[in-house]
């Protein structure tokens, strides 16, 4: 009779342990299961920043702006130059580019001035047969922004409610060297840059002619 009890009593240890072991089972499965869905949320944020991180990447790098030209209108008067314009146009294979988020930085080794587009008063299509300094109301800005001279978009992206340039595109930035710099004299370095919300700046730098003695000089 003992000894029955005995092995009645090992049974129920035995199931005891069983038990535990399935508690331990489960509990093992729900960690792994947690676990294993930190690990898919963390590798789908991970994916998601390094596909945005490549679009940045890929935006700063392929797009931006090239300077084509500068050109000077001199005061006959005073032998000095009194206005300018800067050809922009994208890089290839840059995306759109809005001038209203540009800043063009422009300095004389003396003064340096920083300018933003005026707005849709200072924004003009080049007109044809006249030169582009002919367009004065283009020139009127201060000596904190710049006027847009419209000279190629096939596409229209560039209105004067948003001057939105991309491939093909072809604009003139007007300064009004007169507020900026009390106009510019002859021999005097100048050097700048046209950077664009993203992507790279256009750099430009000349030196003013030794004798200003035309109305119009080829600067860049």
Known sequence: ???????????????????????????????AGIAASVLIQTAGNLE??????????????ATGLAITDVEGHVDTDEKKIDNLTINIKPR?????IDLEQAVLEISNSSTKVVLTW????????????????????????????????????????SIYTGPVINRGDLVMLTVNAHECFNKLPA??????????????????????????????????
Do not use: C, H
């Open 48 to 61: 998601m920043s390094a596909m945005r991180a490549g679009q940045e990447t890929e935006a700063e790098v």
């Open 92 to 96: 290839a294979g840059s995306k759109e």
């Open 1 to 31: 009779m003992g000894k029955r009890i005995i092995d009645i009593l090992k049974r129920k240890d035995v199931g005891a342990i069983g038990i535990g072991a399935m508690i331990v089972f489960i509990a093992m499965v729900l960690v």
């Open 187 to 220: 021999r005097t370095d100048v050097w700048g840059q046209v950077i664009p919300e993203e992507g790279a700046p256009g750099v430009f730098s000349f030196r003013t002619p030794a004798s200003l003695t035309d109305e119009v000089y080829d600067l860049y």
């Open 118 to 157: 005026g707005g849709s008063n200072y924004y003009a299509n080049v007109t044809a047969g006249a030169g582009v300094f002919s367009t004065t109301s283009v020139f009127d800005v201060g000596n904190t922004q710049f006027g847009i001279i419209e000279l190629e978009d096939a596409d229209n992206s």
